[in-house]
């Protein structure tokens, strides 16, 4: 990228001398045309120099004589002001906290150790304790099945009802308003309603299968079944962020397409999967992204509905992360640090490989 | 458009810098606290004369109205000092305090729940009884034994609570139970199965995956001769085949799983059910519950009262730069524990004082409260028999054991043997 802000300022000011003497024929022409141009390109010092060193100079230094400098200098210093707030901001609430928990779990923490703040430095033995643990494997597991199927369901359910909504119909925006409440609610609410409805014996999941004469399934309280119990519940709190991003991405495809498409014979069928979707690729991309991002970190719903259990059964990396740090008498923040970061390489990794391979698909 | 765009960008990074300019001063504001406040309230309190203590607890449900806090001033007053009390969240408060040590501002007085104490003092952050002369000989030895460890003794017992069975005295009319009758695992077994015979239910306890769990399950692990050193030893498999086998036989709803003692009282107080294990602290509830109620204490494997943990608090003395702070320190707890304070204290808390002078005045203004009081004096603190640190890492062990058998993806003897494995590597 060096050659661009290089390259730049060596075209600009002998354009700018040329400008004064042709301006009468090429008021409107202000950059030079590259042709002209090539050919000074190495031209020595002077002017070009002059402005090179302008541009690249930083704000502490001055530079000797002319106004331009001081002035540009003055708007360097107000960039930098400007700039300062989302840079501490960053690294007062990012980097630092980032930098403690990477230390966090380095280091052999005991609660000991925690308050005389001297824990030896153990390179990566949390790593090693936390990959080595029975738990990791099961939970590493019910992430993986959590975040996919969640964001199938969530992405799909979102979809249809966003293509539900792009027909106009009455009421329709206050039904769309309605889908929103799940998103509104606080987790808590919506986890612990979802813990009553779902209650073994005297929940109302229970009581409309007992109707159908299926008998009591113990969402909560089997091992077959919690993990799917938070995942239906994390499906149902994410459908309105799907279909409020889609919806957006919807009303900014033009209907002329749609009815071109028609004119040419296309099935509604064929128009969705042939038009819409393809052209919704760009929005998808970042729905689904975003959604992996939320859905691997989710805890509270996990936490208030099951805490993990029973015996782990619907223990994810976020749940397990925490309960090492504070779930139990003896915190253990080391191993729990550790846990931490892992999920975050995760959603790094798991990120990075998504944007690539959209990028091919866009390509392709 | 790109000029108001780039306007927006500047109110919002004004914003935030206003936002952090105001944390920052937030926080400088708290961490300067311990001196600053000091002084200020001095300078205000001229006539009173030694400055502000400052008391941590964990009862956020009092306010500066309440006996509790009024307890406090009027200590603080006879002191001749301010109190600045704080009231946290009880599963906070251990963190809290973690970091408060490590800043180097710890309160003066720290009242924390007693399984929390052995792990606090292991991490240096309270001063011993005899650092500070704090007088514990009254105190009944099996509850101050839960804030010792070492031979040293790091606070003293505000209050105990503990667990006993409730019952619903309709319920077991109807069934044709006597609850005098209830005196040993047998029989209380024998009472579910006629429970459930006349269509009601049997049982309800807590066994979520939490410490929660592990204080319920313990006067039956306890109560069947089993010790916290050995989990799979066969009075410790009989203990969960108990609860196994009342959840696979239906004395036990399924839910038991995932109740914590909250939901566990709210599915006893429906009125269906025969028994609830519960704790002292449901007495004013059991009060609402529009039916009548008895208490017995859990019963041990073969008959007599089985130990059940001790619940509430140690008031602590957390260890501070200035050592001439311990003086008046040392006031504020002798009277939060002296025999008339206690008193108002443990009735405010629903609990069961410390000593039993203190005890047998409770019972005379409250005869109900005498099974409770039995059950606290045959009680025994988690951390007892010099576990210390090491309970925590049996503890959840035994509720996954708990939950694995319960849930019926693992057979008692083999969910306590994978358990006992986890521990012992883990005390080692």
Known sequence: MRAGPRSKPARTSPSRGRQTKESMKHATQTPAAPTADDGREPAPAGAAGGALRRIVRRPGQRAPGKSAPGKSAAGQWTAWAFLAPVVIYLLAFYAYPLYRNVDLSLRNYTVRSFVQGDAPFTGLANYAKAVGDATFGPALWHTVVFTLVSLAFQFTIGLALAVFFTRHFRLSATLRALFLVPWLLPLIVSSSTWSWMLNSDSGVVNAVLHAFGIGPVNWLTSPDWSLWSVTIANIWIGIPFNLVVLYSGL????????????????????????????????????????????????????????????????TTLATWSYRLGFGNLLPSFGPGAAVGNLLIVIALVSGLVYIRVQRRQALA | ???????????????????????????????????????????????????????????????????????????????????????????????????????????????????????????????????TKIDTSAVSPNLLAAGQIGGKTYGIPIGANTLALYYNKEVLKKAGVEADGIKDWASLTAAL??????????????????????????????????????????????????????????????????????????????????????GTWQLANAKKAGFDYGIIPIPAKDGGTAPAPTGGEFVTIPAQK????????????????????????????????????????????????????????????????????????????????????????????????????????ATQ
């Open chain 2, 1 to 131: 458009m790109e000029s108001l765009d780039r306007g927006r960008r500047a109110t919002g990074l004004g914003l935030a810098a206003l936002a952090l300019a105001g944390g920052l001063t937030a926080c400088s504001g708290s961490s300067g606290g311990g001196d600053g406040d000091t002084a200020s309230a001095g300078a205000s309190q001229a006539a009173a004369g030694g400055g502000t203590y400052t008391i941590w607890d964990p009862y956020p449900q009092f306010d500066d109205s309440s006996d509790w806090v009024k307890l406090l001033t009027q200590c603080g007053t006879q002191a001749g000092v301010t109190v600045k009390r704080t009231g946290y969240d009880t599963t906070d408060l251990t963190n809290k305090a973690l970091l408060a040590a490590q800043q180097g501002n710890s309160p003066d007085v720290l009242i924390v729940d007693n399984p929390v104490v052995s792990t606090l003092a292991e991490a240096g952050v309270l001063t011993s009884t005899d650092e």
């Open chain 2, 322 to 425: 200035d050592a001439a702070r311990y003086a008046t320190t040392q006031k504020l707890v002798t009277c939060l524990a002296s025999t008339d304070n206690s008193l108002n204290t443990t009735t405010t808390l629903s609990y069961i004082a410390p000593t039993e002078a203190v005890q047998a005045k409770q019972v005379e203004q409250n005869p109900e409260l005498k099974v409770w009081v039995e059950a606290v004096k045959a009680a025994k603190g988690r951390t007892s028999d010099n576990l210390g640190t090491k309970y925590p890492k049996i503890s959840e062990p035994m509720w996954k054991a708990m939950q694995a058998a319960l849930s019926g993806s693992q057979p008692p003897q083999e969910a306590l043997t994978a358990a006992q494995g986890t521990a012992a590597s």
């Open chain 2, 193 to 278: 199965e006629k429970v459930k015979a006349a269509g009601k239910k049997g049982i309800t306890f807590s066994a979520i995956g939490t410490e929660e769990g592990s204080f319920q399950f313990l006067p039956w692990f306890w109560g069947s001769g089993a010790n916290l050193t050995k989990l799979d030893s066969p009075q410790g498999v009989a203990a969960l085949s108990l609860w196994a086998d009342w959840v696979k036989k239906g004395y036990a709803p399924n839910s038991v799983i995932n109740n914590t003692q909250t939901t566990s009282w709210q599915e006893f107080a429906t009125g269906d059910f025969a028994f609830g294990e519960n």
């Open chain 1, 251 to 314: 009303q900014a495809i033009p209907s002329h397409i749609h009815e071109a498409a028609a004119l040419d014979g296309a099935s509604g069928w064929q128009r969705f999967w042939r038009v819409t979707f393809p052209l919704l690729r760009p929005v998808s991309a970042i729905t689904l992204l975003l959604g992996l991002v939320y859905t691997l970190k989710v805890f509270d719903i996990i936490w208030i509905m099951t805490k993990g259990g029973p015996s782990d059964a619907s």
